[in-house]
């Protein structure tokens, strides 16, 4: 979001100062040149509010594309965007589960496994139910299923 904001800022102010001086221009170079920085400025603008609003609207419309559901045996994430697709977590009693309380919505990791990332460092990548509404419960029931499944 932080990176957008120059971006859009600078376009915002080119867009003004360009429809500014479009009508003070004394000759065709002027009001060409006036023209030229509207032209450059909108493409500018967009990438910016797109770097600053996008996360936003993913965020807001992430309910609408993902499902979960919980069986005896795994946990299932189904994402319908951009690709069509369903991930299965496995629940054993060697999982790691972690509860992330949040203030309207809590997340439960089901998944974690440790990657490298373009620079070479090692991060984690966490996976499962995330900003659900009863995630206090949905942790309970599975760490009753953990303490239930036979390996």
Do not use: C
């Amino acid at each position: 979001m932080a990176f957008g904001l120059p971006f859009l800022v600078i376009a915002v102010s080119l867009l003004i100062y360009a429809l500014a001086q479009l009508p003070k221009a004394g000759s065709l170079a002027d009001a060409g040149l006036a023209i030229f920085l509207m032209a450059f400025a909108i493409p500018f603008g967009g990438i910016g509010g797109f770097l600053v609003f996008g996360p936003f609207i993913d965020a807001r419309s992430a309910a609408r594309d993902i499902r979960y559901a919980l069986s005896d045996r795994a946990a299932y994430v189904v994402r319908s965007r951009p690709i069509r697709s369903l991930r299965v977590y496995p629940i054993l009693p060697s999982t790691a589960l972690e509860l992330e309380r949040g203030k309207r919505a809590d997340t439960v990791w089901v998944h974690a496994r440790l990657e490298r990332d373009s620079d070479g460092d090692l991060g984690t990548i966490k996976a499962g139910f995330e900003n659900i509404a009863e995630g206090e419960k949905v942790y309970h029931l599975i760490r009753d299923l953990q303490g239930r499944t036979d390996t």
